[in-house]
């Protein structure tokens, strides 16, 4: 009936949900031995350049330095008396959209995108690749949580059912199976 309905989801919260998102030690102790669940595919550094000028000159010798130079040169030579290059640097996974039109390659460059109207151009480069690694915790936390929920639920219902004997009423069953 209603009443063991909302026992079961009390208890079920309280043993399963409840536990699974306050229990660090538990859900620490779940990742370390699971780690292997939650990995990072091969990832890349790629750093996305603005150009802040409409010379096409400085533009064509910025854009062909930065597919020789480290980034740190690279804004060494020509941050220096005003601030010509603004850069963003994320980390991607292979076959993640954002470096899709780009080669997976270490200095790889993207094509050069003139904006005359903002007088502005952009780029992009791969910096440094990262083999397959583990996610952190922190990372990959949602997902811990999901699985250490899973672990929770099935542990519980097994110690249920050696504690308690578990008959199925075939005629009920029966009925309750979708045709």
């Keep these: 009936g209603i009443d063991e309905g909302i026992l079961l989801f009390e208890a ?9 998102s306050q229990d660090t030690s538990g859900l620490q102790e779940f990742y370390a ?8 595919r091969k990832r890349a550094d ?9 010379d096409e ?15 740190e040169k690279l804004l060494e030579k020509f941050n ?16 993640n959209k954002q470096i899709a039109n780009i080669e997976f390659k270490k200095n790889a460059l993207s094509k ?9 151009s952009t780029f992009s480069k791969i910096g440094e690749i990262y083999s397959k690694s583990p996610k952190s915790l922190a990372e990959a936390k949602g997902y ?8 929770l639920e099935k542990n519980w219902v097994e110690s249920l059912e ?5 008959e199925i009423n075939d005629k009920v069953f029966k009925q309750l199976v979708k045709k």
């Design 33 to 40: 031995q699971n780690k292997k669940n939650y990995m990072w």
């Design 144 to 151: 811990v949580i999901a699985d250490y929920q899973e672990y």
């Design 46 to 54: 790629l750093y996305t350049y603005t150009i802040h000028s409409n």
């Design 112 to 120: 050069l995108e003139k904006d005359q109207n903002n007088g502005i």
């Design 12 to 20: 079920t919260k309280r043993e399963v949900w409840d536990k699974a």
């Design 57 to 71: 000159k400085t533009v064509n010798k910025i854009f062909k330095f930065a597919g020789k130079n480290k980034h």
């Design 162 to 166: 050696k504690e308690f004997k578990v």
């Design 80 to 95: 220096q008396e005003e601030q010509l290059i603004t850069f963003s640097r994320n980390k991607y996974e292979v076959g």
